[in-house]
């Protein structure tokens, strides 16, 4: 990780409105994110990370504040993001699917198609470049989405949940192999997810979010040196006291976001 900031949110609101009435997002909220660092938001349902993230991917625009990504290259799309489901485009192939985002770019085709097989390899789906979607696992779904953002090279990557809908065995599989990816290229991640054990897995620090709506309330540094597993962060006493803190958090912000 560097010292430079390559995401800077600076007092960002928003408020959706409506016909009768409004709703605000989340509220005030700033952070910044090093260049290379892996940063996973957590909140209770409703708090705005989503709206967060999709303000970052150019999809909404803020109220209030205002944020900036911090570009190393011209060449190079500011960010790419990874959803949970839908991701990918059902009438591509796998191997067209990863290459989208170069294609819409025009790049060269030699450079698509070496870019396009490093990353099908990395995800382990390079037997499989022919298929289409609909005959695949919703794991391997997941991987042609991970695939195609890492193969796109952005400035930063934005990750809304991309293991929630998948079974324990494959999401396990699925973060080790985002970590090894993520360790050779060093992206700036941004993730969101409600599992405390991802975020413990994953992140170099984890930021909470209070109930709706939604402000940052607490920020915690994982100490845990990398590579890491799962093992390792369950085998760990300190990764244990962190997960009860979270959890403490999460606990009263969920109860206050019912009541
Ligand atoms: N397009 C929209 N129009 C109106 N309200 C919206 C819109 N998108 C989100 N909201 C509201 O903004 C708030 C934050 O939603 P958001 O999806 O960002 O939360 P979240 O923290 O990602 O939730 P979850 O963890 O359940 O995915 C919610 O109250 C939601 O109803």
Redesign the pocket.
């Known amino acids: 990780m560097s010292n430079e900031v390559k995401i800077s949110i600076e007092d960002l609101t928003k408020v959706?409105y409506?016909k009768n009435n409004s709703?605000t997002?989340?509220k005030n909220v700033s952070l910044e994110v090093k260049e290379g660092e892996f940063v996973c938001l957590v909140?209770?349902?409703?708090?705005?990370?989503?709206?967060?993230l999709r303000i970052l991917a150019g999809l909404e625009h803020p109220s209030s504040g205002q944020f900036s990504i911090s570009a190393d290259s011209d060449f190079r799309p500011l960010q790419s993001m990874v959803f949970q489901e839908k991701g990918v485009i059902p009438w591509l192939t796998v191997e067209e699917n990863v290459a989208f985002g170069l294609n819409m770019r025009h790049l060269p085709k030699e450079f698509i198609r070496k870019q396009t097989d490093i990353y099908l390899k990395k995800v382990g789906l390079r037997n499989f470049s022919k298929l289409y979607p609909n005959e695949l696992s919703g794991g391997m779904k997941q991987r042609i989405s991970i695939a195609r953002a890492f193969a796109n090279d952005p400035e930063i990557l934005l990750m809304d949940?991309p293991f929630a809908a998948l079974d324990e065995q494959n999401k396990f599989i699925l973060q080790e192999e985002l970590l090894s990816i993520w360790s050779e290229t060093k992206k700036t991640v941004l993730f969101?997810t409600?599992s405390i054990d991802e975020a413990l897995l994953l992140s170099d620090r984890i930021v909470l979010m209070s109930a709706?709506p939604?402000k940052i309330v607490h920020e915690i540094k994982v100490p845990i040196p990398r590579p890491r597993t799962m093992e390792q962060v369950r085998a760990n006493a300190e990764m244990a006291e962190q997960f009860i803190t979270i959890w403490n958090h999460l606990q009263q912000e969920v109860q206050r976001s019912r009541g």
């Open positions: 959706f409506k709703v997002a989340f909140g209770p349902s409703g708090c705005g990370k989503t709206t967060l949940e969101i409600h709706h939604g």
